[in-house]
């Protein structure tokens, strides 16, 4: 079975097995302190034009989110988010497990928009009861979206400036960064979600890491102590040097980016392979994720070959289908697989 | 400079690597439902003789901890542990913040006894005003405690029984298990630990593994939906199959106690070697860590060629300093601190 | 100025405080163990006809609902509640302060059904993914809603099934019971929402009490160790005598339904007053809220006597304005309104 | 029987009940905003001599208690305490179910000093992996203290200075603020509690109300938001006037303080009775509670007429017994029980 069910089915990039290989007798420190997440740290830095950014290396993407989050929040202060967004649905209750509520925006293609965040705030604060509910204290987005889509930057600028008049932090999930910024219809840099939001987190485990993320901190404001909050949530990696080496490897040569462009190339080609075939797309992905709308015999067909994830049903007869590819999806299977719809 | 300051100065066993090396490309589930997961599992089972436990991978020990001890808790219970003990001391409240106290007992050498949990369960129950109290609701131990001392297994009947007798469950924090169980001292089996306690952790961290422990949880009543628990601290790892592959490699032809057994015997060389010197050691650890009383001259001497961790101060002249082995330590790197040590 | 904008601008029955002042200098235990407590707490089971019903008093709607949910469910669950429910709206995210999410459902008419919990159920369980989501762990309803609807018995009952089938407790938040059991619409008695749920409080704040809500715990299992759980939310009054008392008299010879009735029929008055001037009435209230669809005209007309409470915007010339009684509306406010409202 | 056990076994001052009753229905607004709370808060203010100081009231001890520490530490921070303190031992760990650790200090006489402060906190600092342990970020405080002794002005000062010379806010728990302030042996004014804190309440509960405490910010960084944070916890009294009645009552005309005088004037009274019988007390209490330490048979022959509090064992044959007088103790039992030291 070929598998495009998800972004993680794979190990990690060959090169980040190597390193560790490599170095795996060296004496270092440990929680994050070695001279690999040194050197990862500057890279990054470097990569965002942001040398005052503190950079922090945690496991994993609802890690980095909690941690995050309620290192923002004060207690009653609750997290703007799509209702479809990550936090609000497929982390368990991570965010209200620190105590803090997500209130969730009506998301349109996945994404919120500057004067969603606007109207909410405006709403709380012209309530003359509103210590009786959560004060908005933060803005959570994804980058690219859990289906896929994009910020244009006139949306980012917008978003970001309503934060701003509202005094609400911006925080981007990163957990697919590399394959949004490397979509054909990005016009958003790293540079840019470094300026417009004030902490964000560039994801690992979907791009090529082994596991980690790399959370940037730019908004000076929310630096202070933040080890003791990782480590306050089990998440300072005792052996740190894991995720520094991952992070120096993928932002050496502009590894990090040229593998997540070649699995946004395969998906784009997946997706043009349904449409020339008059199946229609759900979203308008332009990144890793494609999501078909198919029926029951289509799903049925594909499924003897391949692995992929049922989203949810579209109607009485068609499924919504995720197709993903990612760093190690490999030319061969796209190949297939793009045969295999023609031949739908 | 040589590295005795911690059991985490390497990465993990070759043998760990060669495997994650060898499987990178396969495709796999996430979440820990893989078949290097299963595989690991029916070996864990099988050591512990416990073939209805469930087993579980989560990345590292604070976050190990806090998810099992969160999830065996009622809202308005503590945890009794020694004041020494990792979670009581060294985990930046991870305890408390998932809202639960935790009710420390002055150890002795590390220990605790089962007549400690006995009278403080017993004077709980006898105060009239007990609902004013944190309730005891679950006892954690160490073995080996943090200061490298071991319970005898007739230590840990007489607590494991003091705890049903309170219907307490018993949590082993198993960070340095290996070490402990490979301890010329140690009369206790991995066996003995599955049957007296209702959930313990293998450490993988700190012997052998990249990263990782593995929490067995033998009592029925505390399995039920950990999975959501474990996800609901961020700690299920994406891709699981690295954990599963460690504890795979580690539970095959009984590598993980002959790597641990190594390093013990390399701690009990140099704690012999400070003992022959007349130097005065503080606890009796028979594991993989030794704790001298130096004074500032013989510090100073042995900084200049090793790194050891400053453990507190003993008197106004002497310093308690922590020699570690691990599972990496190199045989000619003791050799030369067996020298150093009687050059003194 | 008259105030119709709440159920709480008057302080409490005058044979409460009657009898608060016979018994001030009566010594008497703390915490809620004297007889005036327990002669309530009996009159209560007498009243619901549950004789081993556990009876805790609290001091407020927002403390009992954050005690008892935070009682009842698991860490990694959430309460099913009306979108509009109070503790998803009003309650400044006290639920999620407790670590828990409220999964809100959509209300018609201040009501969620059944098949809605079922089908909510029904779809978690499917997802093979669902330890990446909440698990529902209790449904929370109010009685009557908080726009002053009503459950049916037949719905209540079809709820209560839905609940046990899928083993989640039923909790019934009853701020306002004494006006939804005596509503001239009402086929529910008290004796049916001690049947048909696990845990309800009567509500004494908002309904003759200066404060306090009776917590009824019918369903065995969630009794255990209930005193801790208020204490530990700060929630366990010193001097309980004051609860104790105020209970016994409201359940004192029907007295809460006597003085609940009368601010219902005034409420039906009014009700009928803005009806018969043709003004549309938002939801269809037999309790002792009204919402009437004003204009701007009628407002202002009307808050030039009355104090009532802006509910939110109808439309661009109209909004939803709320009246209130309570047991303390005097009559003659109530004609005077009437009057006011037929000269609109 | 007589009682003597706590401080709690009488309701409230008689000219509360009458303003409680005068004013019962006048229609005000809820959550604490009507006249009667503005008064006594304009009163209070004057008290402490600090207009701009902010006051807001809440129902009871634990509640205003952990909604004080809640907002005022971050995620990773604890507060210290003395070992004996309220919060650290008779609370249910609800400063715990807010995510904090109590960092507990040992006492002696029940008082903490400035130089532990700056020990804990240097030694915190110190610590080179101090992100692993729980930063200290307040300092929690009884005056009097849990067993009845005072802080002296001097002892005050070098605690606040501590406190400042670490950026840790100090919080004065005064749930028998009134009977502290009006011991013979005080040299420490409303006025100084409120230049030496941060934060602080006025009890209420203890000392003359039915319920009820004063908390007041004095500190500017901290007042932001408190009301959202009050309704969080559950602890904004919907009928708020009847707390602000009670304060109202009480700093009119120095009532609090004179019957907190009157009660300290029997306590000391009760304390020369033993002392001049030759029995010993355990602590140096000049306020309203005395810790004598009977024999059994002295136990036994009070025990027919009073009830008294068991503290705890002092040796096989003595126990630590406590007497309380508060507002409510009458001259008449006092001289019973006087008469009765003298005769054992």
Not at 186 to 214: H, P, Q
Not at 299 to 304: D, V
Request: charge should be negative; proline fraction near 3%.
């Amino acid at each position: 079975m070929i598998h495009f069910n998800c972004d993680y089915v794979e190990a990690g990039h060959p090169k980040i097995l190597e390193k560790i290989v490599e170095s795996n007798m060296e004496q270092l420190p440990g929680y994050g302190v070695d001279h690999y997440c040194d050197s990862a740290r500057a890279k990054i830095q470097a990569a965002c034009k942001k040398t005052n950014a503190d950079v922090h290396f945690m496991v994993g993407g609802t890690q980095t989110n909690l941690t995050a989050i309620s290192a923002i929040l004060r207690p009653y202060q609750g997290v703007l988010a799509a209702d479809e967004g990550h936090i609000a649905c497929h982390e368990t209750g991570a965010i209200e497990a620190t105590g803090h509520k997500v209130l969730p925006l009506p998301a349109v293609n996945g994404l919120i928009t500057g004067d969603q965040v606007r109207e909410y705030c405006h709403h709380h604060l012209a309530d003359t009861m509103r210590e009786h509910t959560v004060q908005p204290g933060m803005v959570y987005i994804s980058f690219p979206t859990e289906i896929g889509t994009l910020y244009t930057k006139e949306q980012l600028i917008d978003l970001s400036n309503a934060c701003h008049e509202y005094d609400l932090p911006l925080y981007i999930d990163g957990a697919r960064l590399g394959y949004g910024l490397t979509s054909p219809d990005v016009d958003v840099t790293l540079e840019d979600i470094a300026d417009l939001s004030d902490m964000f987190y560039i994801g690992g485990t979907k791009c090529g890491a082994l596991m980690g993320e790399a959370l940037v901190i730019t908004n000076e404001s929310l630096k202070k102590d933040f080890r003791y909050i990782i480590k306050e949530h089990g998440a300072l990696l005792a052996k740190g040097r894991l995720l520094g080496i991952q992070f120096d490897v993928l932002f050496e040569d502009n590894l990090y980016f040229d593998i997540c462009k070649k699995a946004v190339d395969y998906s784009i080609a997946i997706r043009k392979a349904f449409e020339a075939k008059g199946i229609e797309m759900w979203g308008d992905s332009s990144t890793n994720q494609q999501f078909a709308i198919l029926t029951d015999a289509q799903m049925e067909t594909l499924s003897k070959k391949y692995v992929y994830q049922e989203w949810e049903k579209y109607d009485d007869t068609h499924t919504i289908i995720r197709f993903c590819t990612s760093w190690g999806t490999k030319e061969e299977n796209v190949q297939e697989l793009l045969k295999d719809i023609a031949a739908l």
